[in-house]
């Protein structure tokens, strides 16, 4: 599987982005897809995550309400609409897919990934 992330770049607080994870290869075995980021100094940490299917989302509290991943199943990707963005929010964001079936709540765990993008940096400004 490869994971291929786009649609970073440069935003003013209470601005929006739309980031892009672009799934190849073997993506009849994903199950879910995680988004995470991280912050210059920090962990990586869990931002949201849907199933394959789309029929399932997960949010961290932080961006719960600003947030909202979607799929396109044509494509094999899926978006992380990002809204009412906030200078917290900026990070590299990544992309991940687990081949295993979570259970249902925690898909927040990094380690239940097999696979990762090379990420795309998202700034915002104040």
């Known amino acids: 599987v490869q994971l291929v992330e786009s649609g970073g770049g440069l935003v003013q607080a209470g601005g929006s982005l739309r980031l892009s994870c672009a799934a190849s290869?073997?993506?009849?075995?994903?199950?879910?897809i995680g988004w995470f980021r991280q912050a210059p100094g920090k962990v990586r940490e869990f931002v949201g995550s849907s199933s394959w299917s789309g029929g399932r989302t997960q949010y961290a509290d932080s961006v719960k309400g600003r947030f909202t991943i979607t799929r396109d199943s044509a494509e094999n990707t899926l978006y992380l609409q990002m809204n009412s963005l906030k200078p917290e929010d900026t990070a590299d964001y990544y992309c991940?897919?687990?081949?295993?079936?979570?259970?249902?709540?925690?898909?927040?765990?990094?380690?239940?990934?097999?696979?990762w993008g090379q990420g795309t940096q998202v700034t915002v400004s104040s």
């Open positions: 991940a897919a687990d081949l295993n079936i979570s259970p249902t709540g925690q898909t927040y765990q990094r380690w239940r990934y097999d696979y």
């Open positions: 290869g073997r993506t009849f075995s994903i199950y879910t």
